[in-house]
């Protein structure tokens, strides 16, 4: 015996979530999220959770992250609380070529409508007093912000069951073959059945497209991050590397390594994130660390989204992405708008998997 | 133990909390940790890990040897910023934002 759904997203994190909620919005029953864990437990759980934008590049690319920021106010209000936080974001830098690089960025962002300023170090200092006098100057931009990861899936998760949204937990996908129209998803559990099918599983992405014959160009890349106590409020904005949370925890992070399905921490890049940290923010010299953490980030072949129909397979869709908290929203309000047969309310051409063809 | 009956002493958490986030599906210490925040105050989980994990295994029915052990992480007890900045790291992870982004515009054009 077989449990039918109209639609079966396999991936329970911040984009199979995001579908999820935004979907059931429209759709109100017939959704099923699989998940091999419990959420939380990959990436979605692991990252300092940024909404990030004015050092993303090219400026289209920035353009699309912003999109997706200014609808989080908007979740916010609909789902309830997710410790959603528009801090403005401040990347400093330390060399005359880093600042020209700085204003060569402003202008391109700046074009396509992203307020952001290049401030010299007295302006960077009194906007953010707790960066290191040591900086010559910093980009700003009042569109950048943070979220709580833990918060933002549980909400999202909250409000889809309330839609009639069905989850699954601990039960990974073993195979998917396609049949007269429908697919017949195996789990460790159960079989399904459905009719459209979403592969929004992270790193994980790449094997279940080879269940169904296809290639999505996505690698596991390991992010670091090290956690202090909780402190006295101290930074106001998102830097470049940490950020505070509400209840005062400073997180740092901004390593990237090629380690494969490897989540350890190392000692050498908790040093290397300890120094930057003491570099860009004195005062937490006397902070203590209370742990370290690492996530594996998906990484796409050109670093870009990959989401949207896979052409060849009816009613199969993908979405496999880094930059998952940024683009959530905007990402489970696009593919909702294209499963429910309606055009996209923002032009998704140059994110579809067939450029890798 | 009721339910008001204060399991992580770091963050707060209570009883009602954790069997909360066990009737919303979480089967590990790790899943109750990442939903509640109880074990990631001070102590790491040094005092709740052992009442979290049992409360895991009564509601499940199973034995606490059944529950998989949570995630061990860097460092066992808090240190100073200062001191684990106060080595050389041989390698190099840390990757530059605007330094990327430069990249990826001359890409572009």
Known sequence: MSREYDTIIIGGGIIGNGIAYHLSEVQSDGILVLDKNYPLSGTSGSTQAWIWIHSKSPSWYAEFSLYSAELYGYLQRKIGDIEFDRAGGISPFFTETEREQAFKLAECQAEVGIEIQVLNREDALAREPALSPKILGAMYSPADGNVNPMRLVEQYMRASKKNGVTFEYYNPVTGIEKQQGSFIVTTAKTVFRCKKLILSAGIWTRELGKLLGIDVPVKPVRGQIIITEPLAPLMKHTLSIMRQTSNGEVLVGNSQENAGIDRRSTLDVMIETANMAVKYVPDLAKAKVVRGFSGLRVMPEDEFPIFGVVPGIENLYVAALHSGITLSPLIGTLMTELITGGETSVPIDRFSITRFA | ?109
Do not use: H, W, Y
């Open chain 2, 1 to 109: 133990m009721d339910k008001s009956t204060i399991v992580c002493r770091c963050e707060e958490i209570t009883v009602g909390d954790v069997e909360n986030a066990i009737a919303q599906g979480a089967e590990t210490f790790d899943d109750v940790k990442r939903l509640t925040r109880g074990g990631m105050g001070l102590c790491q989980g040094k005092t709740c890990r052992t009442v979290i994990s049992e409360l895991i295994a009564q509601l499940k029915g199973e034995s606490v040897a059944a529950v998989p052990v949570p995630r061990l992480r860097m460092p066992l007890r808090p240190i100073p910023m200062e001191i684990l900045a106060a080595n050389q790291s041989g390698t190099s992870a840390m990757f530059d934002l605007l330094d990327q982004a430069s990249r990826k515009e001359r890409q572009e054009k």
